[in-house]
T-cell receptor, first 115, second 117 residues
Framework: DTGVSQNPRHKITKRGQNVTFRCDPI?????LYWYRQTLGQGPEFLTY????????KSRLLSDRFSAERPKGSFSTLEIQRTEQGDSAMYLC?????????????FGQGTRLTVV | AQKITQTQPGMFVQEKEAVTLDCTYD???????LFWYKQPSSGEMIFLIY??????QNATEGRYSLNFQKARKSANLVISASQLGDSAMYFC??????????????FGKGTSLLVTP
């Protein structure tokens, strides 16, 4: 296992289109997080899963955003009717549950540009 | 309210010198963890070092050490013997023990470090 993998690395889409990103976490990690990072800012928490259950969503996650983690393995983040304000880097991270000491391992992110 | 504050948007350091990147945090939770991550231009967040709120000693990982001053709520990162490859964005982050967000990390805005020859 080589770490957290995200696809695609880059996505350019027209405003109003739907996009979907995929994250494959480290296999033994049962917690999975999505973050969004805009230019000049640190990553901001969007949502997290423990196994297949989505346990928390940030108020940053509007109704146009939906995330899934079927079978507790990979996760997808879908953005419907994209807006220019959705342009950002979307980062996925995974960690072991029950250990707040455990570091989160991040993927390389998906950079979304909405034109 | 901002939970993590990094007051230095950019820093320069000469190769082989030491540099300190500042981080202050705000929490009322007695249990928390502090992390530093490095983000090169490729985008991936690379874990550097961790400090727990109950840890008695300052954390060290190779050339990285954390100057943890609990009473001041500061957790500064010290990089010794800087290398050109250390040029990157550096983020301080906190995880609170009683978080509702599954111990998600709360990040600062980052400090851009440039190491010059």
């Amino acid at each position: 296992d080589t770490g957290v993998s995200q696809n695609p690395r880059h996505k350019i889409t027209k405003r109003g289109q739907n996009v979907t990103f995929r994250c494959d976490p480290i296999s033994e990690h049962n917690r999975l997080y999505w973050y969004r990072q805009t230019l000049g800012q640190g990553p901001e928490f969007l949502t997290y899963f423990q196994n297949e259950a989505q346990l928390e969503k940030s108020r940053l996650l509007s109704d146009r955003f939906s995330a899934e983690r079927p079978k507790g393995s990979f996760s997808t983040l879908e953005i419907q009717r994209t807006e220019q304000g959705d342009s950002a880097m979307y980062l996925c991270a995974s960690s072991l549950a029950g250990q707040y000491r455990a570091e989160a391992f991040f993927g390389q992110g998906t950079r979304l540009t909405v034109v | 309210a901002q939970k993590i504050t990094q007051t230095q948007p950019g820093m320069f350091v000469q190769e082989k010198e030491a540099v300190t990147l500042d981080c202050t945090y705000d929490t009322s939770d007695p249990s928390y963890g502090l992390f530093w991550y490095k983000q090169p231009s490729s985008g991936e967040m690379i874990f550097l070092i961790y400090q727990g709120s109950y840890d008695q000693q300052n954390a060290t990982e190779g050339r990285y050490s954390l100057n943890f001053q609990k009473a001041r709520k500061s957790a500064n990162l010290v990089i010794s013997a800087s290398q050109l490859g250390d040029s990157a964005m550096y983020f301080c982050a906190m995880r609170e023990g009683n978080s509702n967000s599954g111990y998600a990390l709360n990040f600062g805005k980052g400090t851009s470090l440039l190491v010059t020859p």
